[in-house]
């Protein structure tokens, strides 16, 4: 069973260059989210999406654009990439029980933008 | 505000017995969540908590009071694969997860 697979894994970009990091589960999921993660920080929301045709703004959008045509797929699409945007990023998933609500995550992609 | 407080760093004996809080203060509680994550790695899921009390799991625990704000996690018996840093997330009244910013913990032999 993969799970939750992102592609690429790293990634190199200059500043202003654009990229679509990629997000597909293959556990029927309803829910999937993007974070990134810096240094000596808590994850941040970047992204959400509660079901296909269904996306919605998380902590820290801007930036960046999501779309969500299948329930399998999630792409993450960075437009005009900046240094502040070098992080690394993680998709996950999850089913719509809400009792448990565990998160299931992708193995990440790390970027740079210089 | 939304804030999670967790330790950075956490040093432990391999072997020996830990204890890594967790304290949160967050617009409405649905839950709180343990996770791992090993360097370079994702995030793996390791309790659960919505009631207040003990929840355990093999050699870990997770302990839960709701009026204090206050979350732990217990690793027994640590071995070196344990070496890892320990994600507390909760999820607020929106049902989305706040994340703390993690606590390093190492093993030493």
């Known amino acids: 069973n993969a799970g939750v697979t992102q592609t690429p894994k790293f990634r190199i970009l200059k500043i202003g260059q654009s990229m679509t990091l990629q997000c597909t589960q293959d556990m029927n999921h309803n829910y999937m989210y993007w974070y990134r993660q810096d240094p000596g920080m808590g994850l941040k929301l970047i992204y959400y999406s509660v079901g296909a045709g269904i996306t919605d703004k998380g902590e820290v959008p801007n930036g960046y654009n999501v779309s969500r045509s299948t329930t399998e797929d999630f792409p993450l699409r960075l437009e005009l990439a900046a240094p502040s945007q070098t992080s690394v990023y993680f998709c996950?998933?999850?089913?719509?029980?809400?009792?448990?609500?565990?998160?299931?995550f992708g193995a990440g992609t790390r970027l740079s933008v210089l | 505000g939304q804030n999670i407080d967790q330790p950075t760093e956490m040093t432990a004996t391999e072997g020996a017995i830990v204890q890594i809080n967790c304290t949160y203060q967050t617009s409405g509680f649905n839950g709180l969540f343990w996770y791992q994550q090993h360097a370079g790695e994702a995030p793996t899921f390791l309790s659960y908590n919505v009631l207040d009390g003990l929840e355990e799991k093999g050699r870990f625990s997770s302990f839960l009071s709701r009026s204090k704000g206050y979350s732990y996690l217990l690793l027994k018996e640590l071995q070196m694969k344990d070496s890892a840093s320990y994600l507390c997330?909760?999820?607020?009244?929106?049902?989305?997860?706040?994340w703390g910013a993690g606590t390093k913990l190492i093993i030493k032999p």
């Open positions: 996950a998933s999850r089913s719509k029980d809400r009792v448990q609500n565990i998160q299931y």
């Open positions: 997330a909760v999820r607020g009244s929106n049902y989305q997860l706040i």
